[in-house]
T-cell receptor
Framework: DAGVIQSPRHEVTEMGQEVTLRCKPI?????LFWYRQTMMRGLELLIY????????DSGMPEDRFSAKMPNASFSTLKIQPSEPRDSAVYFC???????????????FGPGTRLTVL | GQQVMQIPQYQHVQEGEDFTTYCNSS?????IQWYKQRPGGHPVFLIQ?????EVKKQKRLTFQFGEAKKNSSLHITATQTTDVGTYFC????????FGDGTTLTVKP
């Protein structure tokens, strides 16, 4: 199994530009999570999907951030327009099962290191 | 909302010494998970605790879940240089909330 795949691994862009991060979850997993990690704020859950449906997006910082999951094997996190304070490592994770009652292991991708100049 | 506090933030030990990190939740949890993140890497699942008072062991690592299911600990016996990294707990109560992590450095 290839694990969770994220692309790109590194992204450097200028303020105001649109950034799209991509994630391919582990085949068969029905839950997908987007996290942001910074030294100041630690690991933050931005949004998670269950069966391709967004369940909780309360962690999304503001309207500049949007996430989609058009099918079970692909998700995107878009930032438009990007700002220097968005610089962070963005992780995608997937899980076999996730609901209010129980959780399964979350498998993290390698992350995308985003730098906004 | 749900808060998960983790202490200490940093721990520096001499190789061979023991290490413990503690996790406390503001709400009762249905389960708690522990992850390890090596420098420059991504979080990797270590274990999940579900039952009140549960204790699990993985070689030199001992994980405990409190009776009230609001706190947990990870204890490493006789640390090795390979134990370096940041250890996160993630408490689940409707949604998963990660603690801020404890970063362990081990001096050979």
């Amino acid at each position: 199994d290839a694990g969770v795949i994220q692309s790109p691994r590194h992204e450097v862009t200028e303020m105001g530009q649109e950034v799209t991060l991509r994630c391919k979850p582990i085949s068969g997993h029905n839950s997908l999570f987007w996290y942001r990690q910074t030294m100041m704020r630690g690991l933050e859950l931005l949004i998670y999907f269950n069966n391709n449906v967004p369940i909780d997006d309360s962690g999304m910082p503001e309207d500049r951030f949007s996430a989609k999951m058009p099918n079970a094997s692909f998700s995107t996190l878009k930032i438009q327009p990007s700002e220097p304070r968005d610089s962070a490592v963005y992780f995608c994770a997937s899980s076999l099962m996730f609901d209010r009652g129980r959780t399964d292991t979350q498998y993290f991708g390698p992350g995308t290191r985003l730098t906004v100049l | 909302g749900q808060q998960v506090m983790q202490i200490p933030q940093y721990q520096h030990v001499q190789e061979g010494e023991d290490f413990t990190t503690y996790c406390n939740s503001s709400t009762t949890l249905s389960n708690i998970q522990w992850y390890k993140q090596r420098p420059g890497g991504h979080p990797v699942f270590l274990i999940q605790l579900v039952k009140s008072g549960e204790v699990k062991k993985q070689k030199r690592l001992t994980f405990q879940f409190g009776e009230a299911k609001k706190n947990s600990s990870l204890h490493i016996t006789a640390t090795q240089t390979t134990d370096v990294g940041t250890y996160f707990c993630a408490g689940h109560a409707g949604k998963s909330t990660f603690g801020d992590g404890t970063t362990l450095t081990v001096k050979p």
